[in-house]
């Protein structure tokens, strides 16, 4: 401090009393970082949204063939203002199963393969911050919301082997972002908010580490990635799971086992596939044929308890007026 | 290590990895500053929370800020802090985050004595309360107060000698 700093020691005594700040409470501290988080990864989400919507302006045929379908699910489903509305519904909602029937139709008549990867991440992303809100809000999440996180993980990995070395090596790079993503929001949740939905987000977090691990094996070495997803393609021709309507898949590996370990690439050995709350969603055949690849035939759950609809708590006011005397 | 300024652009763009950083690197320094102001954990809670709520949403709309990220966010978080003091009445903040000690008599003696200090912080205005807290509490240099009033360094040294000369007259004349 300087000349002009000059301050009566009386009351800088005084101010210094207010120095010694308390240290703040780590749980608190978490569950606010959580759900910052969760608010921060949600307004990604959107933008990506609306980026990917100004990309389907530009590309009409792609566009009217998906309007088109979104129409017909919405006639089908009472309206498009439903599918709409569905979009922020979480499993223990009713306009769930229309949100993931909409997720599927986007998917399905997606052509381009790298916006095909993308929407695929985003849909895993959307997985976890459903567990996120849902865990915030007390309520543990069902387990097919991390099965279905992998399924879309696996089929955009399947569909980068296809792509030229460098948007490989670039989707590559996006994935692992992604992963990192969900595993950092995974992580955050773990502070002792939701003690019973500790074991599923564990699981989480393990499947989201394996995947990880794939990446980075692919990243450095592409071309064993590129032969082994070839091959798996070749052998089970398969089509990008639509979750509702899409033919059996002649390989799939189980979600997770019980410690949370994938059976990917040749390895056969069983594993015990993630616990299902409905029962009804997966035709998961372990064959050992291990393609690290888990199929989802499902009929969609639904599944869930309670009513949690917790998402953080994003006020969103602007920031507030400079504040004159008290 | 990345810039305040490369965070930021990514923070625009709602990189989740850029917004975590930056939650990182200031929450703590927010939460300091507000529970010094506030004296209450669950009131300076509100206060980072809040903060960054109107930094995500600004940053959506497009009206983030486009340097000074800083400034910026101990601006909002200051303008809380004059927002609860506007809406509840001196008597109605009273410090329950009283530290752990084995001397509760001194320690209810130092937070009436910091709570005396936080009134008195109070009675200034909005801009004097900034430049003595961060100034005195926080030890920011004067530079880096204007960046936060968006005001020259003049301005600045002007709000802290007539905040002090307040501050002065409330805390030590009465004691006199």
């Known amino acids: ?223 064993q990635f590129r032969n082994q997803n070839q091959n798996q393609v070749r052998t089970t021709q398969t089509p990008l799971a639509t979750g509702s309507a899409v033919t059996p898949q002649t390989s799939c590996t189980p979600a997770l086992d019980g410690t949370g370990q994938q059976n990917g690439n040749g390895n056969p050995s069983a594993g015990t596939p993630m616990p299902q709350d409905n029962g009804n969603n997966q035709n998961n055949n372990d064959n050992g044929s291990g393609n690290g690849n888990m199929n989802e035939n499902n009929n969609d759950s639904g599944g869930g308890d309670g009513n949690g609809n917790g998402a953080g708590d994003g006020s969103a006011s602007d920031p507030g007026g400079q504040g004159g005397k008290p | 290590m990345i810039s305040e300024l490369d965070l930021l652009v990514q923070a625009q763009k709602l990189e989740p990895r850029a917004l975590a950083e930056i939650y990182d690197l200031y929450s703590p320094r927010l939460y300091r500053y507000a529970v010094r102001l506030l004296g209450d954990a669950c009131a300076a809670e509100d206060c980072v929370a809040e903060t960054f709520s109107r930094f995500l949403q600004a940053v959506r709309g497009g009206r983030g800020p486009r340097d000074y990220l800083q400034a910026y966010l101990f601006r909002t978080a200051h303008n809380f802090v004059v927002d609860h003091y506007r809406h509840q009445k001196p008597e109605g903040i009273l410090n329950d985050d009283t530290p752990d000690c084995e001397n509760t008599e001194e320690n209810a003696s130092l937070n009436i004595r910091q709570q005396r200090v936080r009134f008195a912080l109070a009675e200034l205005t909005s801009e004097q309360q900034q430049v003595i807290a961060l100034k005195f509490l926080e030890g920011w240099e004067n530079d880096e107060i204007a960046r936060v009033l968006n005001k020259p360094v003049g301005a600045v040294k002007s709000l802290q000698h007539r905040g002090l000369a307040h501050l002065q007259k409330i805390l030590l004349d009465e004691e006199a």
């Open chain 1, 1 to 223: 401090m300087n000349q002009d700093d000059k301050i009566d020691p009386r009351l800088a005594a005084l101010l210094d009393e207010l120095k010694p700040a308390s240290v703040r409470d780590p749980k608190a501290a978490a569950r606010a970082r959580s759900r910052f988080l969760t608010q921060a990864v949600s307004a990604s989400e959107e933008q990506r949204h609306s980026i990917w919507t100004i990309f389907q302006q530009k590309e009409k045929f792609a566009m009217n063939i998906i309007m088109s379908s979104l129409v017909v699910l919405g006639l089908l489903f009472g309206g498009s203002a439903t599918v709409s509305a569905a979009q922020d519904d979480l499993p223990t909602q009713p306009l769930y199963q229309i949100k993931l029937v909409s997720e599927d139709a986007k998917v399905w008549f997606e052509s381009d393969p790298t916006l095909k990867i993308e929407m695929l991440m985003e849909q895993a992303q959307t997985r976890t911050e459903e567990m996120a809100a849902l865990t915030l809000a007390g309520v543990t999440p069902p387990a097919d919301l991390a099965i279905r996180a992998q399924d879309r993980i696996q089929q955009a990995l399947q569909l980068t082997a296809t792509l030229d070395d460098a948007t490989m090596l670039a989707t590559l790079e996006r994935i692992r972002t992604h992963l990192q993503t969900q595993d950092q929001l995974m992580l955050q949740l773990q502070d002792g908010t939701c003690t019973e939905c500790e074991p599923i987000l564990q699981r989480t977090r393990d499947m989201l580490h394996t995947q990880l691990g794939q990446v980075e094996d692919s990243l450095a070495n592409p071309n």
